[in-house]
């Protein structure tokens, strides 16, 4: 059996959803899902992924999301900087140094550009210019931390997780822009000068990204809470507890973002559970159980269903959203932390060995896959005849030290953990090898 430290890498109904979708027009809102409810629905057509239509190599690893507003691209890197490229041709159009590595997605609003960085900014740029128009410090970033995390030795040692890849990518809403925080606090800013409205503190890192919808922000904490805010002021609607992990601190803490649609609040957990919430209330309506496997990607919902990958189980799922009802089950070959995107009537997402995936929106059948150009290159060494991770050539040993490493070997592979985006028939899509690949 897989030792526990190791599981995080081994192991509709209503129509108006369908105009929750990724507007390319100046002027709309775009952000991380498309927009502020999370749906992750893209009015295009579905790429076959048939061909490369472009490569940009930036200069480290691609953990954002991109966004693509008004003829570009927008993405960041884990070399501090946020690239604006033609959606076209990927020229590139301007670059902005920031002075932290840049793990969310940006928003694109009112003529700006959003996002924070792992330096504790909240920034906006000109779109047009990539030239800063303000900047908002939080309190400062820093990962989840607890004693010998995930059963690593030594036991009584604090160590941050390696696995809390992610910040928190902001969403906006009616002039406002919500983002979370390393700091344990979500806030809420002008949009357009960056001032604050206001802020609410959470009982850990809060590194899932806010879904905004019916004047409500959905964000969930490591302190294990689901948190429905008033958008306009803060208040406290409602919170929702999951699971806990008071033993090596595995199966705890919200990373997915949840999506919001009919009515219903959908995310997933660390410990092991889906939820689907009453948006209104709270009330826990169902939840699905995936055997411990984190569900880290937020989900995508169209049809009455919701669709998910799993970390821990490697399995692609689509459940009802009205029941819960398991719908289809897909094994995968390698964990995944990105978010599925739907595009007419495929799915598309990424896992850490390296691959895009095509799936079929009905019935979870492969259509087709690409393969990253560090998958090609350092594949051999870490995955076998089958295309499984080798736990043993990852992981040197059961330390925090041995999981680092583990996490910069299977990076080596063009890990994709950013989360795909579809416009114009193209998908847009980041690599751990550093690339940001547009495909046909």
Known sequence: MVPRWLFPFFCLREWTLAIFVLSLHAGQPVMFRGQASHSG??????????????????????LSSPVVSDG?????????????????????????????????????ASGLVCFSSLDGAIQALDIATGKLAWTFQTGGERRFTAPGIHGAQPRTEVMPDPFDVFLSSPAVADGMLFVGSGDQHVYALDVATGSLRWKVKTGDVVHASPAVAGGKVYIGSFDRTMYALDAHTGAT??????GDDPDIHNQIGIASSAAVAEGRVFFGCRDGFFYALDATTGALLWKHDNHKGWVIASPAVQGGRVFFPTSDGQRFKALETATGKLVFDQPMKAVSFSSPAIAGNRI????????????DLETGAPVADFQTEGCRLNGKTYLDAQGQMIGSALYPDGTLDGMVIGLERMFSLGSILSSPVVANGLVYVGSSDGTLYALR
């Open 41 to 62: 629905v893209y009015a295009s057509a579905p790429p076959s992924l048939a061909s490369v239509a472009w490569t940009f190599r930036m200069g480290a690893k691609v």
């Open 72 to 108: 570009l691209v927008l993405v960041g890197s884990s070399d501090h900087t946020l690239a604006a490229l033609d959606a076209a041709s990927g020229a590139l159009r301007w670059r902005f140094k920031a002075k932290g590595a840049i793990a969310s997605s940006p928003a694109v």
């Open 237 to 242: 609607r409602w919170t929702f507890q999951t």
């Open 348 to 359: 598309v997402y990424g896992t850490s060995d390296g691959w895009l995936h095509v799936m």
